[in-house]
Nanobody, 120 residues
Framework: QVHLVESGGGLVQPGGSLRLSCVAS????????MGWYRQAPGKQRELVAT???????RHTDALKGRIAISRDSTKDTVTLQMNSLKSEDTGVYYCFAGVTLLGGKTYTSWGQGTQVTVSS
């Protein structure tokens, strides 16, 4: 099993920046896509950004120009840099990883979530 641990959330003023990190540990044949979802109060979880093992990435249009996702595959770490944060970016941010086990079984591992609050 692969375990994900997130860090970097917190309280930030509008216009500020935050950097979220997620580290994967455990046993897997490979870790494929990694990325972040978020869930605002009273809303469904939505994709923020995802990055493949080869570095190809995509992100939601709502955050276009304000975020950057990066990955260190040697350390199984994914980082999300968020700038010019707005109150509507408030929510719980969840790291995920697509995992392939020896034998070929695949599943998605999720972190416990980290709270991001944008408020003055």
């Amino acid at each position: 099993q692969v375990h994900l641990v997130e860090s970097g959330g917190g309280l930030v003023q509008p216009g500020g920046s935050l950097r979220l990190s997620c580290v994967a540990s455990g046993h897997a044949f490979s870790i494929n896509d990694m990325g972040w979802y978020r869930q605002a109060p009273g809303k469904q979880r939505e994709l923020v950004a995802t990055i493949s093992s080869g570095g190809d990435y995509r992100h939601t249009d709502a955050l276009k120009g304000r975020i950057a996702i990066s990955r260190d595959s040697t350390k199984d770490t994914v980082t999300l840099q968020m700038n010019s944060l707005k109150s509507e970016d408030t929510g719980v941010y969840y790291c995920f990883a697509g995992v392939t086990l020896l034998g070929g079984k695949t599943y998605t591992s999720w972190g416990q979530g980290t709270q991001v609050t944008v408020s003055s």
